[in-house]
């Protein structure tokens, strides 16, 4: 490089153009590869359905568990005081 | 010297898996078709890109890449994004398997020779010989930076984008592999 750097550079590529050229493909490779990212396409689907499968039984487990346990006589989901209802007298005008 | 493949490969994608909708289905097909073209136009480059960074099982490398672009197919920004992606996809998967085969060579405490196919040998001189084997013994980013730069005849911008660096990094790796090769095949004479 430092005297001829034409030279270097295009012994470099005709060594790598002859090594290139000795790289043949598999006549069958396609059919290998799309086997192979349909395989996994397919996997990756039904990991998918299974997690989402798991993810909604546990939930329903939880829930179910949570409601079992609960005071059949106390609200779980709204706690608050029941408001005391106050009988006052209606005013009315008019004519009854 | 490169056999074309016969025609064992369809001509469009099969029809997809019967549980897919109206518009996956139009959208798994579209992405099979591209996939089609772009594996008859670039697989044989792709392999040949593997071998020349050192991989030993490049066949397996590349079948990784195409199916990882699948996998992400609908992340690609357009279409044209495919073969960079391809390329540094290789280069990422080779320099990974170099790195772990250097650490099993190293462990196992065997004199082992690189493994490199006896007809792809036989092809060159011997002079391309010693090259290619100063190649082999440079750094992954050095050699990467070569490949891609003279084999390749990329721009900067596109080594960057396909190693993942700067433009001044691509610069650097490129000008210390030609010193380190030259180096060495001055020595050699």
Redesign the interface.
Known sequence: MTSTPGTAEDRLREALDALATGVTADPDAYRRVRAEWRRRERRRRLVLAILVAVVFALADVLGLWALNRADPGSHIIFDDPAPVEQHRPVERVGQP | ???S??D??PAAPQAP?PELGGIPRLAELAREAA??QL?DQH??GL??LA??LGADD??DI??EA??QL??RWNRLRDPEAALPYLRSVVCNLVRMRVRHLQVVRKHAERPGAPTE?A??A????E??RA??AA?KGLPARQREA??LR??LSLRETEIAAAMGISCGAVKSHTARG??A??RV?EERR
Do not use: G, H, K, N
């Open positions: 010297m490169v056999r493949r016969p064992t490969r898996a996939l089609v594996f697989y044989t392999l040949r071998v020349l490049a066949e590349v079948s195409f199916c699948y996998r196919s007809e792809s036989a092809l060159l001189r002079d391309q090259l290619v190649l070569l490949v003279y084999w030609m010193a090769l030259t095949m």
